[in-house]
């Protein structure tokens, strides 16, 4: 038996990469997005773009935990 | 002995997650490095990660030259191939406790994921996001589930607590898993 | 001096457990920022200050400081 991780192929991550980006593109609450100051917008499209909110906190400087909260407030599902 | 090396980007996701508490009983300690601590500073994650220290089920690791070289190294990887995403700070530094500690490594950090598929022989250790820890609680029953709606359940509560979308890929092979677990446990 | 027991250990731990609960000014902890507080509570429930110094985010000499301000005394 095995875990669903240890079962994925670098095929997968390629099927993964573009259904993550569109699942939250369609989730988002772009509304709310488009209200927000620069920073945090910029680093929330980048996070629906990418799927990586590590490098969305260190690239836009904002604390990955609140980027997270303000990621749940915008609609946006984590995926991956 | 089972050990667990957490980052943020799991426990930030976890500690939303209604039954956050079942991870002590698949894990005999969790270990997180101060990078963490420093991250978090309000919330139920603070509240999750202060609960488990105090009652001994997390401990803190500091970080040794051991780990500062394995993070070097790792970094350094992901440099020099285009298709590892970026790896920072406190994801590294939970790999380099897992590979100094044996344990395995539960993250939900792309950079993580794609050097472990990419670059197996450097994390030897097993690689877990939220569906394998909810496949082992499964598993080891800490969640009772007698048949495959019931455990998908569990993933949706998961779901709905987190605001996490789980991809049909991951969802086929829990089910498949969890199909094979039951059949074992019913014959 | 003779080494303690395992059984005289819990009992010094939950001694320490109580002094600190019962001395600590319960109204300032209440009022501080979720960390500070969350860290003054691990201390309390722990009595160890380095950990609750990095939950704090403050150094161990910083932690102390605190500590003395919320009424927590050392055990």
Not at chain 1, 65 to 75: C, F, H, Q, S, V
Not at chain 2, 78 to 100: K, M
Not at chain 2, 157 to 176: G, M
Not at chain 3, 10 to 25: M, P
Request: include cysteine.
């Amino acid at each position: 038996m095995a875990h669903p991780t240890e079962l994925l192929t670098p095929k997968d991550l390629e099927i993964l990469e573009e259904w993550g980006r569109r699942v939250r593109r369609e989730k988002a609450n772009w509304e709310f997005i488009n209200s927000l100051p620069n920073n945090f917008r910029k680093a929330l499209e980048y996070y629906i773009e990418t799927g990586d909110i590590r490098t969305a906190s260190v690239k836009f400087n904002i604390n990955i935990y609140l980027l997270n909260e303000l990621r749940i407030k915008a609609g946006i599902p984590s995926t991956i | 002995m089972r050990l667990a090396s957490l980052d943020t980007c799991f426990l930030i996701d976890w500690a939303l997650y209604r039954r956050r508490n079942y991870i002590i009983k698949i894990f005999d300690k969790i270990l997180i490095s101060e990078h963490v601590l420093r991250e978090i500073y309000s919330g139920k994650t603070l509240d999750f990660v202060t609960e488990l220290l105090s009652k001994g089920f997390m401990t803190l690791i500091p970080l040794t030259s051991q780990e500062e070289e394995i993070a070097r190294r790792l970094i350094t990887i992901a440099l020099s191939d285009p298709r590892i995403p970026e790896l920072h700070e406190t994801e590294v530094y939970a790999v380099a406790i897992a590979l100094t500690y044996n344990t395995i490594i539960v993250t939900e950090n792309k950079a993580v994921l794609w050097l472990k598929i990419y670059y197996p022989n450097e994390i030897p250790q097993p690689v877990w996001r939220s569906i394998d820890v909810l496949l082992e609680l499964v598993k080891k029953s800490v969640i009772k589930v007698n048949n495959i709606e019931d455990a998908l359940k569990i993933v949706e509560e998961y779901s709905i607590d987190v605001k996490h979308s789980f991809s049909h890929i991951d969802i086929r092979r829990f089910q498949e898993e969890v199909m094979l677990w039951l059949t074992q446990q019913n014959s | 001096m003779n080494e303690l027991s395992i059984e005289e250990l819990k009992a010094i731990e939950e001694w320490g457990r109580r002094v600190r609960r019962e001395k600590a000014n319960w109204e300032f902890i209440r009022k501080l920022p979720s960390k500070l507080r969350r860290a003054l509570e691990y201390y309390i429930e722990t009595g160890d200050p380095y950990v609750a110094s990095r939950i704090a985010g403050l150094k161990v000499e910083e932690f102390n400081e605190l500590r003395i301000k919320a009424g927590v005394p050392s055990t």
